[in-house]
């Protein structure tokens, strides 16, 4: 979520000569804002086709496929890791903290941000209602919404990762769509709602549609989907 980028950079001090590490660096918007930044950055996704598209996209930076559970680099050779939105993707997150803290010389700085507790995640909760009524107790596959959000157990997390001054604060952010042919596909594509009967998904986009109203605006849309963005140093 581009939304979250400003507060997560500022909270790393990335700036001119950083050498940053992108964790779960996806289509590359992290990564890209940062090299806008002045930073030297590398990207790492498990996926050959995100990566794929971060280089057709932002030419110039260096984006690789890894783990991000096992970081293929040397010890202490980054000033600065960020994860947007990727650390609840992972099965492991302690292990993602301490091979970031293995990699980050003495005083960097981590930065990530999550998604805050599902029942505040009105953008998401939209789309869950609508499934609920109309395709029952579907099983969902696990995504964004099933990481820690509970503010102790982050900076827990963090801590028993060997991270200090660990800061933990909640992020006031909206999904904004000026349509929401996007939203729709999104989760149409996560959900993997082509294995339900046509006239269920039909029934599901129609009534995202129609709940979607109450956050209609002049420009669009705007639906609240709160964050927490956590802050670490080596």
Avoid: C
Avoid at 141 to 165: K, M
Avoid at 202 to 225: C, L, Q, S, W
């Amino acid at each position: 979520m581009k939304e979250a980028l400003p507060a997560l950079l500022t909270g790393v001090a990335a700036g001119p000569g950083d050498r940053v590490l992108d964790l779960g660096s996806g289509t590359g918007l992290a990564a890209a804002a940062a090299a806008r930044l002045g930073a030297e950055v590398v990207g790492v996704d498990f996926s050959p086709v995100m990566v794929a598209v971060a280089e057709q996209s932002h030419q110039g930076i260096d984006f690789r496929v890894g783990s991000v559970e096992e970081l293929p680099f040397e010890e202490q050779v980054f000033d600065v890791a960020i994860a947007n939105f990727a650390l609840h993707h992972s099965g492991a997150p302690e292990s993602v903290l301490r091979e970031v803290h293995r990699v980050l010389a003495p005083g960097g700085r981590l930065g990530f941000t999550v998604w805050a507790e599902p029942e505040a995640l009105e953008a998401f909760g939209l789309f869950f209602a609508a499934v609920e009524k109309h395709a029952g107790a579907v099983e969902l596959p696990h995504g964004p919404l099933f990481g820690v959000s509970d503010p102790d157990a982050l900076e827990s997390l963090v801590d028993d990762a060997g991270f200090g001054a660990v800061a933990v604060r909640r992020l006031s952010l909206s999904w904004r769509t000026g349509s929401l042919d996007p939203y729709l596909a999104a989760f149409r594509d996560w959900a993997d709602l082509g294995r339900l009967p046509l006239e269920g998904q039909k029934r599901i986009e129609e009534a995202v549609r129609r709940g979607a109203e109450a956050y209609r605006t002049d420009h669009g849309f705007e639906m609240p989907n709160p964050a927490v963005l956590v802050i670490g140093v080596n």
